[in-house]
């Protein structure tokens, strides 16, 4: 047994002064307590490779990552796309895409561009020039999720066939141009937890060997309403006389704050000829919250993992297909307010004014609801806590606490859009047509006579 411990200590010695890089500067190999054992002895070092070798490691591993991402970014590069003889790139002219007002009146959005095909090698004969505008809707949380159709749903808007039969082409630049209206009654474009909607421009042009070249460029869809006017509330609170009145913006915008005004009526009661009751407000409360439904089709092929259901299978294109309904409520805004409300009770009423905002960090989705299932909404919760106080009539500095607190909560659906800026509807840029042209030019008398002397001259000339 000694001869077995004297052998493992040399070799434990000669591994460390063979690598220095285990050694802890001492000359002696680093140990594990956890490892040791119970008579002392020193476990065996862990190899540990030597610096040089883990540069050339990390060299390998930060190489390859940046030679992905470079096959990415030459993959979905943004617009343009090419191969050893054509160039392509999609050239979109027309202002942002923005739908103006309710789905129900909103005129829609032009969309209008060019598709540039660039023919590098001379005498080119391409045999299909097309270009598709795509409506994409993913489910984050589908019923199986390795299944693609279950995932996915592609909707083709419109169709541009540029090229129908085999023509050949020189070096040079080709210019297609392509305009169509996006109806208003099309869902903006959404990123949220449950799902995505997205649009794409797909662009291919095939040659006559069968060399394809495809191109996709997306587009930004967005919706605005007209959040100038306030909206007016009145709540109640039995079995108290305290009315609330509360306004706010008809809509807000996600990285704008907003002010919201509070009034408390009914906040003083004579309870005999002497004595009053009344409230004082000792908190406000508020919070948004965010409301996020979507409906996960069934694929044909996974359709049996649901009970089919008959209800609204037409209306989400669905074929009575079994459906999956999915909700995630989130808050995305919230604050409270201890101080700064007038009071007044003299006239029985309360008020504040204070401001609200949406949390822009947490990405709030717009309000938005889409024959595909998803829907977006949103919603405000007050909290006001109020205590009873009663006080003798003429002496109002003399108010003693009850004990009594009572808690008024009402909530409001409101409507997050996107901001409108300076621009208008297509509908409304246009130029005014002859028959809204009014107030022509006069008329004149028959047999006018034209005096003065250019015209008297030009007369006798």
Known sequence: MPSTLSSFKICCTLRNDSNPAISNGTGRPKTDRRTATRQGEEPPPV?????????????????????????MTSQHGPGNAETGSVKMNINVESPPLIFYGKPHSSTGAILSGQLELDVLAADTTLQSVELVLLCVVTMKRPIVKKCVACKTRTTQIYKWTFLCEPSMYRNGMYKFPFTHLLHGDLPATIQSSLGTIKYELSARAQSIENNTINLQQPLTVQRTLEGNSLRNYLRTFPPTNIVAAIAFPAAIHANQNFPMKVRIS?????????????????????????????????????????????????????????KLRRACPREIGSGHLKLGWKTDYASSEIKATFPTCLDSSLNPVCDIKSLSGLE??????????????????????????????????????????????????????????????????????????????????????
């Open 376 to 461: 977006v909404w949103h919603r405000l919760a007050l909290v006001i806590v109020i205590a009873e106080e009663k006080v003798v009539r003429g002496y109002p500095e003399l108010a003693s606490p009850t004990g009594k607190v009572r808690v008024l909560c009402t909530s409001f659906k409101v409507v997050v859009t996107e901001k409108s800026g300076i621009g208008t509807s297509w509908d409304n840029e246009q130029p005014p047509v002859y028959e809204n042209i009014g107030g022509g030019p006069p008329e004149y008398a028959d047999g006018l006579m034209l005096e003065g002397p250019a015209f008297v001259s030009a007369g006798a000339r």
């Open 47 to 71: 190899m540990v490779p030597p610096s040089s070798q883990l540069k050339r490691s990390y060299q390998r591993v930060v190489c390859g990552l940046v030679g992905f991402f470079d096959k």
């Open 266 to 322: 009914g906040v003083v009661n004579q309870l005999n000829e002497y004595v009053q009751q009344r409230f004082c407000v000792q908190k406000i409360s508020w919070r948004i919250e965010e409301h996020i439904t979507a409906i996960a089709p069934a694929c044909p092929k996974h359709a049996n993992k649901l009970v089919p259901s008959n209800e609204s299978s037409s209306a989400h294109g669905n074929n009575g297909l079994g």
